[in-house]
């Protein structure tokens, strides 16, 4: 459901910027209600207020800085997957409470589902597709090779960010100690048995090559 | 749990770098406008179309809201756009207040922690379900309480402190705050004002549709942790469902200061057991010039519930505060 509705948001968005031009032009007020939104499809206030941002932001994506139209009220979930192609984050519940949709600003775990992408702008962001280095998997990536560590695997590119993240923090962690640097993550399938040797294989091959 | 909708509707946003031109955007946009932190209380709302702000006033860019340092007179300054990571992994509170860095660590889950700020935590609204759902009860400016009839799901509601809403104050971080005798600093178009962390949460009797003093156009900008609750012996326990991610049923949290075996001076409050972080005077003054022992916890868990009035299905909550009162005081380090 968010998918198509989202796609249909963008594929709508010519005819919706000239009916938008016609609103303003027969000097009407814009109404900027949801459910409008939803049904008739008005798009975003048409005018920037003054002093407000521009919606052509800069970002710095997986060491590539990337100009992306985003409107004000998108998260960096959405703009990650349907304006940059980067469907490696997932969303899941796009509540703030599941982590498929964990990402790296600076290095540190974030969800992408809860931040304004505007808001990210001068971070440096890092997804699932930004960690392998020229060919190389990542000591992450390489553990659930050989761990084998998910069953349906929506879960593991939001679990493997944080075992990013827990490894920036903790590099040597204890099986309980990954629990809780990992306990921003859910699997539907419950298989945390199998994530947490994920986890302890990661850090182990972290520490191996450096 | 919330109705998946789609997209957030639209909104003007805002992208202030300085308090004062947050303060004046603010004031322009009035209850149209909406200041936004982290975002992790915002975006249900948002994303339910249940708040529809006009303007969002992004605070990420403001600078000076962010960090922890010394205070004029002692103690520690902590601006409100602080991560909760940062408070809970910073040497200075580690060391000088470790009531709050345990608070701040025990918030949600570590992605939480690293966006959501402790302004944020401070002041967000409360996690009634049916409130949060968009129901039009009394805090929604209705004029009924769904979660107090006798059909009611409210077995995380409140004990005491009711009138009319019995939603609780689900922050982690607010009842260690009153326990330090915490001071938030307001910021406004007419300047700075500062209020005592147990002042500045409100209950239903005072204003129903807002949790804590803040009114549109007020920007918590720092808060002040003062320096005679520095180093004091202190407890802080948070029960839930579940070990990590979730809201507190009931959490506790106290500061002792004892000398020669006796209680000179405490502050016990508990949380998530009314609409605001209760503050147990009774309590402190009973406690006064006794020790931190078993006894003197036990009789101190009686006090802290009398006059508990229970709803359908959180009796258990009764049981609950008595004995996490009672560690407060006994297991105090
Ligand atoms: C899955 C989940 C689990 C959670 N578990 C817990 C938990 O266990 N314990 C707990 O305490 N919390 C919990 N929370 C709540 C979360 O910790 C808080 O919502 C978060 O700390 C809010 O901070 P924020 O910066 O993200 O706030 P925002 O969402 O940005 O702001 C929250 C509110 O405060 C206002 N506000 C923010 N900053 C200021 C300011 N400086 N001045 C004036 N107004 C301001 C905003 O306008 C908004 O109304 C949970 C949230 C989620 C989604
Ligand atoms: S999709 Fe972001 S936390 Fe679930
Ligand atoms: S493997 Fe299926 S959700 Fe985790």
Redesign the interface.
């Known amino acids: ?2 998918q198509t ?2 796609i249909q ?1 963008r594929r709508g968005g010519f005819t919706r910027r000239k009916f938008i031009k016609g609103v303003v032009a027969a000097g009407a007020t814009a109404s ?4 409008l ?2 049904g008739s499809g008005i ?3 048409m005018l ?2 003054q ?3 521009e919606r052509l932001v800069t970002l710095t994506v997986n060491g590539q800085q990337r100009r992306v139209d985003v ?5 960096l979930a ?1 703009t990650l997957r349907y304006q940059l192609g980067l469907t490696g984050t997932k969303l899941g ?5 599941c ?1 498929a949709c ?1 990402v790296l600003l600076d290095g ?4 992408g ?4 992408t ?2 990210v702008q001068g971070r440096e962001v890092t997804t699932i597709e930004g960690l392998e280095q020229d060919g190389e998997l990542h000591p992450v990536q390489q553990a659930v090779m050989d761990e084998g560590g998910f069953q349906c695997a929506f879960c593991a590119p939001g679990f493997a960010m ?1 075992m990013v ?1 827990m490894l920036e923090k903790n590099p040597n962690p204890t099986r309980e100690e990954a629990a ?2 990992l ?2 993550n859910l699997c539907r399938c419950g298989d945390y048995d199998k994530i947490l040797n994920t986890a302890m294989r990661a850090a182990e091959l972290s520490r191996s090559r450096a | ?2 109705v ?1 909708r ?11 770098t300085e308090v004062d ?1 947050a303060v004046r ?1 603010m004031r322009q946009h009035g209850d149209k406008g909406w200041v ?1 932190a ?3 209380d915002t ?2 709302w ?2 339910d ?1 249940i708040k ?1 702000p ?3 006033i ?1 605070l ?1 860019g403001v600078e000076e809201l962010r960090g922890i340092s010394d205070g004029a007179d002692g103690g520690l300054d902590i601006g409100a756009m602080t991560s909760l ?1 940062d408070v809970a992994e910073n040497a200075d509170v580690m060391n000088r207040y470790p009531l709050l860095a345990e608070a701040a660590g025990l918030v ?5 922690r ?2 959501g700020t402790l302004g944020g935590n401070i002041v967000q609204d409360t996690r009634c379900w049916y409130y949060r759902s968009g129901w039009p009860c009394y805090r929604a400016g209705g004029n009924v309480c769904y979660a107090a009839t006798s059909q009611s799901m409210n077995r995380e509601h409140c004990i005491m402190g009711a009138s009319r809403c019995v939603a609780v104050s689900p922050s982690d971080t607010a009842p260690a705050l009153v326990a330090l005798d915490a001071e938030m600093v307001v910021a406004s178009t007419s300047g700075e004002r500062t209020w005592a962390a147990a002042d500045f949460f409100i209950g239903p009797d005072i204003d129903i549709e807002r949790m804590t003093v803040l009114k549109p156009g007020d920007l918590l900008a720092r808060i002040v942790l003062p320096a005679p609750w520095e180093g004091a012996r202190w407890y802080f326990e948070k029960v839930r469902d579940r070990k ?2 979730d809201f507190s049923l009931v959490s506790v949290a106290s500061s002792l200061r004892v000398e020669a075996g006796m209680i000179q001076d405490a502050r016990i409050v508990v949380n998530s057991v009314a609409p605001y972080p209760v503050r147990l005077r009774a309590v402190e003054s009973a406690i006064r010039g006794r020790a931190p022992s078993e006894e003197t916890g036990q009789m101190a868990g009686e006090i802290a519930v009398e006059g508990a009035r229970t709803l359908r299905h959180n009796d258990y909550k009764v049981a609950l505060m008595r004995n996490l009162v009672k560690r407060s005081i006994r297991d105090a380090a």
């Open positions: 459901m968010l509705e989202a948001a900027v209600s949801g459910y939104f939803r798009f975003a206030p920037t207020a002093g407000a941002v409107p004000k009220y998108e998260t959405m519940c796009d509540r703030a409470e982590g964990t540190v775990t974030h969800y589902c809860s931040i304004l505007h808001s944080s993240g809780v640097l306990s921003g | 749990m919330a998946m789609d997209m957030i509707p639209p909104f003007e946003l805002y992208q202030p031109d955007l936004l982290g975002g992790l975006f249900d948002f994303k179309r529809r006009e303007a969002v992004d990420v990571t949600a889950t570590p992605q939480i690293n966006q990590a991610w």
